[in-house]
């Protein structure tokens, strides 16, 4: 973007359908403006992946995901060598008589190894820096966070066979977490951080006539009213504003002029995930949260 503020990252974000609060474009733009990576808690559902993937669309740069999960290594996460290439490398160099003379350098060059998201994202050479999207931290063992922290501070990765590998341009690096644990407080230190809580009946009925601009306006405000009741029930995941546009769609889809208990009671699992959250709405209590907005 030429000119980077605020206003304008709210707008861009809006142009590419994310309503970004302000505090949330306050801390996207803090990020960039000060090369920063961003931190980014909330629960499941409300968008912080989806942050990455449209700030990449609004630099025109480059998204690179890492999704972490239990038992993540470096081997997937860094970079591995490619054996299989090496090895036919090896037999090539015997072929050729060459094979005692060669060093060790002609088979562990860059030539064979395969760059994994975070080296990817630290050697990338096009113009704009690439996103690099750290997804779901929080699912990633201790030791990996700890390595991860190392990586971040220099913006560097060692390869043993190679040397250090720098950036040359960081990567705007935006960190996602949906607080199954608390992530290290050293890494918390070296980003700045943001909580993306559950939208606002407002907020989020913009963002849905933004993603899905065909759900009849009089619906929208019915299933908007219905979820954001839906989030004050003792339930064992509440939806977030991802399953409110899979619902309104497949309502849509459906043909619904409005909220009809039938209708309501067949769709629920576009928006609750758990047996027991489904049977709890059905068992009632779907009619009871369609009769409040009724009356309301």
């Given amino acids: 973007m030429a000119t980077l503020s605020i206003d304008s990252l709210r707008a861009a974000f809006e142009a590419e359908r994310y309503i970004a609060d302000r505090d949330l474009a306050t801390a996207v733009y803090l990020s960039l403006t000060l090369d920063r990576p961003l931190l980014l808690e909330g629960e499941a559902g409300v968008g912080k992946t989806e942050v990455a993937r449209t700030l990449a669309a609004v630099l025109k740069a480059e998204l690179i995901r890492?999704?972490?999960?239990?038992?993540?290594d470096v081997n997937t996460a860094v970079y591995e060598w490619d054996y299989p290439r090496q090895m036919m490398e090896i037999r090539l160099l015997e072929a050729r008589g060459e094979?005692?003379?060669?060093?060790?350098?002609?088979?562990?060059?860059?030539?064979?190894?395969i760059r994994r998201p975070l080296?990817?994202?630290?050697?990338?050479?096009?113009?704009?820096?690439?996103?690099?999207?750290?997804?779901?931290?929080?699912?990633?063992?201790?030791?990996?966070?700890?390595y991860l922290l190392e990586v971040l501070s220099d913006f560097a990765?060692?390869?043993?066979?190679?040397?250090?590998?720098?950036?040359?341009?960081?990567?705007?690096?935006?960190?996602?977490?949906?607080r199954t644990r608390e992530v290290h407080d050293a890494l918390k230190r070296r980003c700045l951080y943001h909580w993306i809580d559950?939208?606002?009946?407002?907020?989020?009925?913009?963002?849905?006539?933004?993603?899905?601009?065909?759900?009849?306006?009089?619906?929208?405000?019915?299933?908007?009213?219905?979820v954001q009741r839906l989030r004050q029930a003792d339930l064992t995941k509440?939806?977030?504003?991802?399953?409110?546009?899979?619902?309104?769609?497949?309502?849509?889809?459906?043909?619904?002029?409005?909220?009809?208990?039938?209708?309501?009671?067949?769709?629920?699992?576009?928006?609750?995930k758990y047996q027991e959250d489904v049977s709890a709405m059905r068992s009632g209590g779907a009619r009871?949260?369609?009769?409040?907005?009724h009356a309301a």
């Fill in 66 to 72: 890492l999704q972490c999960y239990e038992g993540l």
């Fill in 99 to 113: 094979a005692k003379t060669a060093a060790t350098k002609d088979i562990f060059s860059e030539e064979f190894l």
């Fill in 119 to 146: 080296l990817k994202a630290l050697a990338n050479s096009r113009p704009e820096p690439p996103v690099l999207l750290i997804d779901e931290v929080d699912r990633a063992d201790e030791e990996f966070e700890a």
């Fill in 157 to 178: 990765v060692t390869v043993p066979e190679i040397g250090t590998i720098k950036a040359e341009r960081p990567p705007r690096v935006i960190i996602t977490s949906n």
């Fill in 198 to 226: 559950y939208p606002t009946s407002e907020r989020e009925l913009e963002i849905l006539a933004r993603r899905l601009p065909g759900v009849p306006e009089s619906l929208a405000r019915e299933i908007v009213a219905f």
């Fill in 238 to 272: 509440v939806p977030g504003v991802a399953e409110t546009i899979d619902w309104a769609a497949a309502l849509v889809a459906l043909g619904s002029k409005r909220l009809e208990a039938d209708q309501v009671e067949r769709t629920l699992g576009a928006l609750l």
């Fill in 288 to 293: 009871k949260l369609l009769d409040e907005i």
